[in-house]
């Protein structure tokens, strides 16, 4: 089987490294290519030089070359429509369509969905650039905190949370009037602020039905603590433990988000492929925990994938092809009863302005059996692994015996790794200690 990954991430190095760990995918002398590469993805898959984002030239390169399964990482091609035109090629993929991919890229579409759903998630009201001044007059009369979201895709930073008036009126300036987010953010959603804490739900779906790998949390803040800037994602771990994510939780999110979710995406003949994440806040209403979402998004999380993915047992391909061959009822997923953490290590600076081009030292140090997965790293003229993005390793160490140990085991590896400048959260995993 001749597969294409899309994408170059830290998070298409997990879906590599789980394609390349597949007993259906070694026997079946599968052959593995991914766009762009990196220095990581390039040794498990063949790079091939096509921007992810480039729909028109990924459907060339796979209908020429044969191409049977292509995996669609990030969100960007999923919105542009690249399965749309893969499958007019008759070429299988894993993914959501353009249409059933504004789950994420548009805020608006998202919240009326949920709303008519009766999916739980904040209060909203949605503005077009139009309503500028009644959404000003909504802010004077509103409690905060709120959150104002931006309708469209802002690399994961079209959200802001306002604690005042003053403070809102400026971000709609921004948003609306000097487009800080280009288009992206005039159109808008002002919705309320919920308390809790967050949880990463992946279910894996044909469009009817679905299987639900194990949770994680994301650690979204640049700083130890929860402090400072929102980032990509500077570390995650998997499973979560019971007192964030027991069994009438996880029925919750199934009854009252995944499945109602599934079957209005395909009421509004939106069916839904691949991988539905459910950015959830956990809020306790009378001593129970109650599920509501903050956001849809229409892939794999990144860097949640590095600590999930390795946690499947049973064959990853088998998975990604029955989400798009309608064929999860007979998918059995089976997950190690093990626990991972990722830690992400970013380039000093990130998540503003950081610099690239830094040669990365002590890779070969990692332990056998801790994964380093890529997620900005390229090689130079002569062969060096060196930085190419804010966030650019993610190291995932896994336990039999606990979290702790996996931290530990995580930490002690990172600490072998250096290039200029090199950043770190110390503190990932903190909350289940
Ligand atoms: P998003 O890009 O929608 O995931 O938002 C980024 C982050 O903003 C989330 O991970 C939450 O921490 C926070 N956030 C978004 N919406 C809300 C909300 N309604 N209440 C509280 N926090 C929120
Ligand atoms: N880690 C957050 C995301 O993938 O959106």
């Not at 020429?64 to 499958?87: A, H, R």
């Not at 995944?258 to 079957?263: F, R, V, Y």
Request: charged content about 25%; overall charge negative.
């Amino acid at each position: 089987m001749k597969i294409l990954i899309v994408g170059n991430g830290g998070r298409e190095h997990a879906l590599a490294w789980g394609i390349r760990n597949s007993p259906s995918f070694k026997n079946s002398n599968g052959e593995l290519f991914s766009t762009i590469g990196s220095a990581g993805l390039n040794s498990i898959s063949t790079p091939v030089n096509i921007k992810a984002d480039n729909v028109s030239a990924i459907c060339e390169f796979s209908k020429e070359n044969n191409f049977d399964f292509v995996i669609v990482g990030p969100e960007l091609p999923l919105s542009l429509g690249l399965v749309d035109e893969l499958n007019k090629l008759g070429i299988m993929v894993f993914g959501p369509t353009k249409s059933a991919a504004e789950i994420e890229s548009s805020k608006i579409f998202a919240k009326e969905m949920m709303k008519s759903a009766g999916i739980p998630t904040a209060e909203f009201r949605k503005f077009t650039a139009r309503e500028f001044d009644d959404a000003i007059n909504y802010l004077k009369i509103s409690q905060y905190p709120l959150v104002i979201k931006a309708d469209g895709l802002a690399a994961g930073k079209g959200v802001v949370i306002v604690d005042s008036f003053a403070v809102a009126c400026k971000t709609l300036e921004d948003m609306v009037i000097n487009k800080a987010f280009g288009n992206a953010g005039v159109n808008f959603v002002i919705e309320q602020f919920l308390n809790g804490y967050e949880l990463s739900v992946f279910a894996i779906t044909d469009g009817s039905d679905y299987v639900v790998l194990p949770p994680s949390q994301d650690h979204k803040r640049i700083g130890d603590g929860d402090t400072g800037k929102n980032t990509g994602g500077m570390g995650a771990y998997s499973p979560v433990p019971e007192k964030f994510y027991d069994k009438s939780l996880e029925e919750k999110i199934k009854l009252k988000i995944i499945e109602p979710a599934l079957k209005q995406m395909k009421l509004l003949n939106r069916e839904y492929k691949g991988c539905l994440y459910c950015g959830l806040m956990i809020s306790e209403c009378n001593g129970e925990k109650e599920p509501y979402v903050v956001e849809f998004n229409c892939r794999f999380g990144d860097p949640e994938s590095q600590a999930v993915i390795p946690l499947i047992k049973s064959d990853f391909l088998q998975l990604l092809l029955a989400s798009s061959t309608d064929n999860i009822r007979n998918y059995k997923l089976e997950i190690h009863n093990k626990f991972a953490v990722c830690v992400i290590i970013a380039s000093g600076g990130y998540p503003d302005k950081y610099q690239t081009g830094k040669k990365i030292t002590g890779l070969e140090k990692i332990s056998p059996d801790v994964l380093a997965f890529h997620s900005g790293t390229t090689f130079d003229d002569n062969n060096n692994i060196i930085t190419s993005g804010g966030r650019v390793l993610g190291i995932t160490a896994l336990s039999e015996t606990s979290v702790s140990d996996a931290i530990n085991k995580a930490y002690e590896n990172v600490s072998l790794i250096n290039f200029e400048n090199c950043y770190y959260r110390k503190d990932i995993g903190y909350r289940v200690l």
